[in-house]
């Protein structure tokens, strides 16, 4: 940390991501710029059940959200986070755990990833393996953080995060599994408005 | 050193919803966001180095075949958090139209001319103090479909990451004195006038080179204080 600098008065304001990030952020080989990042986190020396995560991005219209980037940040299979922020065992592996995607013209997003290992809360209690995600888009002039579970496992019921959210909205933040060629596939739609709305955390 | 994120530091963000810039009208959750304490998961973050940065990926001017045509300047500043302190080698990214106000995203139909050198795109790393700069050309305010007569003032998008998932933001930097800042409902969604004076950078004559670029001065504020020493294990 370097030496504390005249107090700033606040933040500086978030502001919408725009229609045109795609060239710098998420190019993906359409455009003469190299992606610092991608949608897939699996690298060669990554241990654990490799799983795609995809789905659709709707709008309050039920219309698809074709032009929304997607942000997510995960632990490895052992709950072990790639920051030494984490101060138990850092993972020991190169993978990093966060993953860039934008939405296709469907408004489709895919991650290529590991399912994230149990991650204890703040009293230590176990967290059910989730994925944090992160959505912004033209017409998001901040973005909005939900959280990806997985159906079927154990320690769901138990979730701490899971337990803060009504029990008719759980469903928006569970993703179902779907086999597809032999790999493992979630699927979990995210609903900005409407009936489903996804949950939201104010974090 | 664990840092801590209170809640109130969001308040100098935009409203989700913010009708004047409609595309926020259906794009916006409806129901409460669920507060939560921040778990690991939150309180970490994406920690890159130097691998995701090239030579020349923060020089906007030197990554086609000539030099693209605009005013070229310098914009630097500090990446700091909500107490001041340096965020050292952190990831900043912008991107931005060129000096026509014109981006080379394909879904751009403004009709002014593209620029064969120029992408628009660029990256750095902040240093060890926190610090970072580009230099690049002026971008050109454009229309947009918001409302009759609608234009954006000039402005560039940055992206930074910071010390967590949480710490996160994107936002756009605009140039001191835009006389289109009292139309613009993306600038006027930030409500309050001393943090909607926060994302207008400053001229900095110091740093200007002359004969060569003016130069403008953007510090970014992300959100972060340094909690108690109290670690709770």
């Known amino acids: 940390m370097s030496k504390a600098h005249s107090k700033p008065e606040g933040v500086t304001p978030s502001q919408t991501v725009g229609p045109f990030f795609a060239y710098g952020l998420t190019s993906n080989g359409q455009y003469d710029w190299n992606d610092a990042f991608s949608n897939n986190l699996v690298t060669a020396d990554t241990s654990g059940e490799r799983i795609r995560v995809e789905g659709r991005v709707f709008d309050g219209d039920g219309q698809p959200i074709p032009d929304c980037m997607l942000e997510i940040w995960q632990a490895d299979a052992q709950g072990r986070f790639s920051d030494p922020q984490d101060k138990r065992a850092l993972p020991n592996s190169s993978f990093k755990g966060f993953g860039r995607c934008a939405t296709d013209a469907n408004g489709g997003y895919a991650f290529d990833t590991i399912k994230p290992g149990i991650v204890p809360d703040p009293d230590g209690k176990p967290q059910a393996p989730h994925i944090l995600l992160a959505i912004f888009a033209r017409g998001m002039l901040l973005h909005s953080y939900t959280r990806i579970y997985f159906s079927g496992e154990a320690g769901n019921a138990a979730d701490p995060v899971l337990a803060l959210v009504p029990a008719d909205r759980r469903a928006t933040l569970i993703a179902q599994p779907a086999h597809c060629n032999g790999n493992a596939v979630y699927r979990l739609d995210i609903h900005m408005q409407g009936d489903n709305e996804t949950v939201f955390f104010d974090v | ?233």
């Open chain 2, 1 to 233: 050193m664990t840092l801590s994120y209170p809640l109130q530091s969001l308040a100098a963000h935009p409203a989700r919803l913010s009708p004047a810039y409609k595309s926020t009208v259906k794009r916006s959750p409806t129901k409460p966001l669920i507060p939560m304490r921040h778990t690991l998961s939150e309180l970490t973050g994406p920690v890159y180095g130097h691998e995701a940065v090239r030579e020349n990926d923060n020089d906007l001017t030197l990554q086609g075949k000539g030099e693209p045509l605009g005013e070229r300047i310098i914009v630097h500043g500090h990446v700091l958090d909500e107490d001041g302190r340096g965020v050292p080698n952190t990831l900043v990214e912008l991107w931005q139209a060129n000096a026509c106000g014109r981006y080379i995203h394909v879904v751009d139909q403004h009709p002014a001319p593209l620029d064969p050198n120029f992408t628009g795109a660029g990256r750095t790393q902040s240093d060890s103090e926190g610090y970072y700069r580009f230099v690049t050309v002026k971008p050109g305010a454009y229309p947009w479909g918001n409302h009759h007569n609608a234009w954006r003032p000039a402005h560039i998008h940055f992206s930074v990451f910071g010390h967590s998932f949480i710490s996160r933001l994107v936002t756009q930097m605009y140039f001191p004195g835009d006389p289109l800042f009292p139309f613009d409902p993306i600038f006027n969604s930030v409500t309050d006038e001393k943090a909607r004076n926060r994302m207008v950078s400053d001229f900095d004559l110091e740093n200007t080179k002359p004969n060569w670029a003016l130069c403008y001065r953007f510090n970014i504020v992300l959100r972060g204080r340094n909690a108690t020493p109290m670690e709770t294990k």
